[in-house]
Nanobody
Framework: QVQLVESGGGLVQAGGSLRLSCAAS????????MGWFRQAPGKEREFVAT????????YYADSVKGRFTVSRDNAKNTVYLQMNSVKPEDTAVYYC????????????????????WGQGTQVTVSS
């Protein structure tokens, strides 16, 4: 069982930056694939970024590529999402997700690829 707790959300102006954190419980964090998703009002939850257990490989949604960076510190059981040059369309509840399955041939961008979820943190970007 893994528990995930996100933090760092808030109100930011367009063009600004924000860093989200996700703290995980458990002694096997370093073996987990971690992901970030977001959900805007009235929309489905969508993939943002994912990072392999080793942290060496990452993958991003086209909408955030070049602006967001996902990273992890396995010693601190924490994964981060650095959000730069934010836009009003980035406004959403951001969720951290984890799964014990390693990346296979398919990059885990679907919500179905993740077993554990945090409660979410609100990010609001003002124009």
């Amino acid at each position: 069982q893994v528990q995930l707790v996100e933090s760092g959300g808030g109100l930011v102006q367009a063009g600004g930056s924000l860093r989200l954190s996700c703290a995980a419980s458990g002694r096997t964090f370093s073996s987990y694939t971690m992901g970030w998703f977001r959900q805007a009002p009235g929309k489905e939850r969508e993939f943002v970024a994912t990072i392999k257990n080793s942290g060496g490989i990452t993958y991003y949604a086209d909408s955030v590529k070049g602006r967001f960076t996902v990273s992890r510190d396995n010693a601190k059981n924490t994964v981060y999402l650095q959000m730069n040059s934010v836009k009003p369309e980035d406004t959403a509840v951001y969720y951290c997700a984890a799964d014990s399955r390693p990346w296979g041939f398919v990059i885990p961008t679907s919500t179905t690829k993740y077993t554990y979820w945090g409660q979410g943190t609100q990010v609001t970007v003002s124009s």
